[in-house]
């Protein structure tokens, strides 16, 4: 079973716009991660936030985690075609930081120059 | 610095036949993972390997068997392929099993 669930599931937007991505999971994390996936290759870890952080940055990208709603968000600013790509949520599923990721079905973005 | 490789990159088979898929990695960690992914289904866990000497199942391990063969190297077998393992198959790594995972490429293996 999925214990990430993404939303949107596709995502178009125009260069210089900023994309939201969402994740809901089902049962408690020690962390949550996001990855990216180009085509064709092996997925690229972007940002760990981990249960007890609200909010994370990393350069052009914000991730926020909401426990009591079992959910996260993946902000994307300014948005290059470069950042076309998959991104999935991965969390470790409470399981005492055993390295065992539940990724979700992803959200393909396409950012059109 | 290679990272993640994963040998090959293209697979072929037949209903029945078996086969090893490779992955080595060159980073000095500790923890190996075997996914599979498929359209609309995300990535699934099939085995990992928390330390070198250690395996465990994850979520869909049925017809697959692994073997951590050195720190390095954890390899994937199919012992008799079946259509329903169509699909693309990544290896991972991570320093730890707490820390962020390292992808291969992955190998698309199309049984017939």
């Known amino acids: 079973s999925q214990q990430g669930e993404e939303d949107p599931q596709a995502l178009s937007i125009q260069e210089g716009e900023n994309a939201t991505m969402n994740c809901s999971y089902k049962t408690s994390i020690n962390n949550l991660q996001w990855y990216r996936q180009n085509s064709g290759r092996g997925l690229v870890h972007l940002i760990l936030i981990r249960s007890n952080e609200r909010e994370k940055h990393s350069g052009r990208l914000r991730v926020t985690l909401d426990t009591s709603k079992k959910s996260s968000s993946l902000l994307i600013t300014a948005s290059r075609a470069a950042d076309t790509a998959s991104y999935f949520c991965a969390t470790d599923a409470g399981s005492g930081n055993t390295g065992k990721l539940i990724f979700g079905q992803g959200t393909t973005l396409q950012v059109k120059p | 610095n290679a990272g993640v490789t994963q040998t090959p990159k293209f697979q072929v088979l037949k209903t029945g036949q078996s086969m090893t898929l490779q992955c080595a990695q060159d980073?000095?960690?500790?923890?190996m993972y075997w996914y599979r992914q498929d359209p609309g289904m995300g990535l699934r866990l099939i085995y990992y390997?928390?330390?070198?000497?250690?395996?465990d199942k994850g979520e869909v391990p049925n017809g697959y068997n692994v073997s951590r063969l050195n720190k390095r190297e954890f390899s994937l077998r199919l012992e008799s392929a079946a259509p329903s393992q169509t699909s693309v198959y990544f290896c991972?790594?991570?320093?730890?099993?707490?820390?962020?995972?390292?992808f291969g490429n992955g190998t698309r293996l199309t049984v017939t």
């Open positions: 980073m000095n960690h500790n923890s």
């Open positions: 390997s928390a330390s070198e000497g250690t395996t």
């Open positions: 991972a790594s991570s320093a730890e099993s707490y820390l962020p995972l390292h």
